[in-house]
């Protein structure tokens, strides 16, 4: 019944959208498009039956991914986050570990979980939250290295919220965003020109800060030729709606799709992207 009523609520504002456009006008274009900043790169190593446990000792900095298979897709990092100062901590879940890296990249330390890691995400406190791969349990890591478990999970309150971002048509779409402006719930209207035959097939919601600028993570598709293309755009929307920022150089070849594939922090949006010979964290600084 819950479901019904969020289903009667959400094709009642869909039609509202259609016939009343929000603020800012429909269509108004970004005030600046942002261009990659830099690339953070990190080593990694491919598994296979004859590597050694002495080897992976030997370079703790490198991550681990497998190859895949015909029936097997390639595994390795999923998750990603950003602590204090720009440092990084990714997921090497084949490893059953954390590990930490300056903002250059350098490796810091590792820790080792006990279980495959797939997500990361700050809590209050300093504290991570790190979800299980196979059990779907999450964990709190404080800041002796010491693991509980939880059960209020970031993940699943963001997953909630990420589930107001609707998609109305090709052009046209919203967030219903939680106490922007430091009020109560609004809606930000997502509004797509479709040139060239262009569509907007996605529409995500995967950051909001404090300030209440929210970042959009839009999938476009190409019309124009047979092949699809895929391209994947963001963004940052202020408080009051209007379009600030658009980045449109993503880089979507991943070698092992991440759970995780965004994180921002004040105003500059991280990319966690997998290669076969590396792994890239990529910076766009909207400021």
Not at 212 to 219: H, M, N, S
Not at 274 to 284: G, Y
Request: aromatic content about 8%; overall charge neutral.
């Amino acid at each position: 019944m819950r479901h019904l009523k969020w289903l009667i609520g959400f094709l009642v504002l869909g039609v509202m959208l259609q016939a009343c456009p929000q603020r800012p006008p429909a269509g108004a274009p970004p005030q600046r498009r942002v261009t990659l900043t830099r690339v953070v790169r990190i080593p990694v190593r491919v598994l296979t039956a004859d590597t050694s446990r002495a080897a992976l000792r030997e370079n703790p900095g490198v991550l681990t991914l497998t190859a895949g298979a015909a029936d097997e897709l390639p595994q390795g990092p999923t998750g990603f986050e950003v602590l204090a100062g720009g440092s990084f901590v990714i997921t090497d879940p084949l490893e059953r570990r954390l590990v930490f890296y300056d903002s250059l990249g350098n490796f810091l330390r590792e820790l080792r979980t006990g279980f495959a890691a797939a997500t990361l995400a700050r809590r209050p406190n300093d504290e991570l939250e790190v979800s299980e791969a196979t059990s779907g349990n999450f964990y709190a890591l404080d800041q002796t290295g010491q693991f509980r478990q939880v059960a209020d999970s970031l993940r699943r309150l963001s997953g909630q919220a990420q589930d107001q971002a609707r998609r109305l048509n090709s052009q046209r779409g919203f967030i219903v965003r939680a106490g922007a402006l430091g009020g109560g719930a609004d809606t930000l209207v997502i509004d797509f020109d479709g040139a060239g035959g262009a569509q907007m097939v996605s529409l995500q919601s995967f950051g909001q800060e404090a300030r209440g600028d929210t970042y959009v993570a839009l999938e476009i598709t190409s019309g124009a030729s047979e092949a699809v293309a895929v391209q994947k755009r963001i963004r940052r929307y202020a408080a009051d709606g209007t379009w600030l920022v658009e980045i449109t150089d993503l880089p979507l070849d991943y070698f092992v799709t991440p759970e995780q594939e965004f994180r921002v922090r004040n105003g500059v949006v991280y990319q966690l992207l997998p290669r076969q010979n590396e792994v890239l964290i990529n910076i766009w600084d909207t400021n």
